[in-house]
Structure formats: structure tokens, C-alpha cells
């Protein structure tokens, strides 16, 4: 069974958050962001060093500012999670939180990826890695015994 830590943040420790910046370790995405594109990167850190995704936090154009847009309930965050949970089934591969910061009064999902032992695939039947900040579709079929 998957355990759900609800963490309330203060404001300086959410801020602290927004200033994360994404790299081979760390990825930062929109509330509204597609299951299936979030798939991509769940892939990409368990077939490498595995990493960490926060979800509700937004940017502008420019993605220099990051803002706190959380969703209102934890449950808005259900098809995110079934999704994560279906691609990378291993109670010991993943983990979540929730971090509810007391002035925005919204929930951002903090995601816990760990390397895993076998080939994680996203949604699309392909297996990514991460190289640097970018998800990286392997073309051919990739095989961690040799690869790691």
C-alpha cells in the first residue's frame, strides 16, 4: 500500500521550493500537465539515477519565475497518480507527498522516483532517460543490465 504524507509548508519553506531549478535530478510541472506526458518523465528517472517532480508549480513564459498553483484538493492529483502508479507498479519505486502550503491554500504533489531494476516504460511504450533537464526517448529497446 502506498503511504500519502500530507506536509504543510510555511510560506518560506514554500518559497524555497519555487526556487529549485529542474536538472537530471529534479523536474518542476504544471498542475494541468498530461498524464501521459508526465509519464515520460516518471521513465526518464527510473531508468537513470532517479529523481524527484513536483506538481502544481507553474512558470511564465519565460521560466525564470516559478509560482505556487496548486490544486485546491488532494484528489484532484488521482489521475496523475494512477498513472505513475501504473507504469511504475514497485511499492518501492515511488513515493508521494503532499505539500500544502497555509497561505496559497493548495496542494503541490511532491514525486519521489527511484532508480529502478528493470525497464520502466511510459504510456507510449517507449523507455526515456534523463539526460540533463530533457527526457530522452530511447529508440531501441533498452536493456539496464548493460546500460547501467
Not at 504543510?8 to 526556487?19: N, Y
Not at 511510459?122 to 530511447?138: D, E, F
Request: aromatic share 10%.
Amino acid at each position: 500500500m502506498l503511504d500519502f504524507k500530507v506536509i504543510e509548508l510555511s510560506s518560506e519553506e514554500a518559497a524555497k521550493i519555487l526556487t529549485l531549478e529542474e536538472d537530471w535530478t529534479m523536474d518542476i510541472k504544471g498542475k494541468k500537465i498530461e498524464p501521459s506526458k508526465l509519464s515520460c518523465t516518471v521513465s526518464a528517472f527510473a531508468n537513470a539515477t532517479g529523481g524527484e517532480i513536483y506538481i502544481g508549480i507553474s512558470h511564465g513564459a519565460d521560466k525564470t519565475e516559478y509560482f505556487w498553483d496548486g490544486h485546491k484538493s488532494m484528489e484532484e492529483y488521482n489521475q496523475i497518480i494512477d498513472i505513475i502508479a501504473s507504469i511504475c507498479p514497485g511499492y518501492d519505486d515511488c513515493s508521494f507527498e503532499y505539500c500544502k502550503c497555509a497561505i496559497e491554500n493548495t496542494y503541490v504533489l511532491h514525486v519521489t522516483i527511484q532508480k529502478t531494476q528493470r525497464v520502466i516504460y511510459a504510456t507510449n511504450n517507449k523507455p526515456y532517460l534523463r539526460i540533463g533537464a530533457q527526457n530522452i526517448s530511447t529508440a531501441k529497446k533498452y536493456d539496464k543490465r548493460i546500460h547501467t
